[in-house]
């Protein structure tokens, strides 16, 4: 099975729990994923609310510090380029997309955004669910969408080569991206409200307009998004949200964004391990070739486009 997953929150972990990318207790450990081939997994950066300007920017740091030395004694590629995407694919390898979950990263200074980059973030949500120098997240109840700041920052990541991610961004911060936006954005962990109607999942307005900017949406494991009874949550309702997407003809843009390690998960799964039964699944449901797109296909197809 391959697999190219979205979003987790594993790094955040090793970090604030000095932990490890290798601890079997978490829900993705790069020990217990050595049978899935290729893997590649965006690791996230998660700066939660409360942080801003320099504890903001030294829980970057601390997060980078602790990838670089997790990956110095693996075989693991950070990919930065559409080129180590593909090694990765073509030689069946694990890799990771390093990403940010929140532009408080940023600290409010637009010269980060190069930083970021040079340091190897590939992608980036504009915020959390609160508010930050870029705009208001879903949480913030009278959304007043991007700011002067968060408008520069989204021409400043087109230009740099950092994707644009509008999960957790509020509905007018969505479409204030929509309307400025001139290259492909990303939904990395959102699922469908019209099936769950929470806050964080993704209107059939949001659908279209994201398959229209030839993006992508990451099938999220969350078990809030998943089934308004969250105790009943199963892996089959993973399936439902993908069938929904597919119905309303956005499976072309569709891959997975577990949110592993940042979420409470069915319980019908572990975490990575369980990966290869969902697959199974997905293929009893969709068939094989509508199934290895969403699991590796699209996303593989959309960041070796958008990493050139």
């Not at 290729?38 to 801003?52: N, V």
């Not at 010269?111 to 669910?129: A, K, P, Q």
């Not at 508010?131 to 400043?156: K, P, Q």
């Not at 961004?169 to 936006?181: N, P, Q, T």
């Amino acid at each position: 099975m391959r697999l190219f997953d979205l979003h987790c929150d594993t790094l955040y972990r090793a970090f604030t729990e000095q932990s490890t990318l290798f601890n079997d207790e978490f829900h993705i450990s790069f020990n217990k994923s050595s049978g899935i081939s290729p893997y590649i997994q965006c690791l996230a950066i998660w700066i939660p609310d409360e942080y801003r300007g320099k504890d903001a920017v030294a829980l970057f740091d601390g997060c980078v510090a602790k990838l670089k030395e997790q990956l110095e004694a693996s075989s693991i590629v950070w990919c930065r380029s559409a080129d180590d995407i593909e090694f990765v694919s073509k030689n069946h390898r694990q890799g990771i997309i390093l990403t940010v979950e929140s532009g408080a990263a940023l600290a409010g200074d637009l010269h980060r955004i190069t930083e970021l980059y040079d340091i190897g973030v590939r992608m980036m949500t504009l915020t959390w669910n609160g508010s930050n120098e870029l705009g208001d997240g879903i949480g913030i109840t009278e959304n007043g969408g991007l700011s002067e700041f968060g408008r520069m920052a989204v021409h400043e990541m087109e230009k740099t080569g950092i994707i644009v991610d509008i999960s957790h961004a509020g509905e007018k911060l969505f479409w204030d991206v929509e309307s400025i936006a001139e290259k492909p954005f990303v939904a990395s962990h959102s699922n469908a409200r019209s099936i769950t109607p929470h806050r964080r999942n993704l209107m059939d307005e949001q659908i279209t307009a994201l398959v229209q900017h030839k993006g992508l949406i990451g099938l999220n494991y969350c078990v809030d998004f998943l089934n308004k009874d969250k105790t009943k949550a199963k892996m089959c309702d993973i399936i439902d949200h993908a069938g929904y997407f597919i119905e309303y003809g956005a499976g072309s843009a569709l891959a997975m964004g577990a949110d592993f390690d940042g979420a409470d998960i069915p319980s019908d799964m572990r975490g990575i391990e369980s990966v290869e039964e969902l697959y199974r699944l997905f293929v009893k449901r969709f068939g094989e070739n509508i199934t290895n797109d969403i699991f590796f296909g699209n996303a593989f197809r959309f960041f070796t486009e958008n990493l050139k």
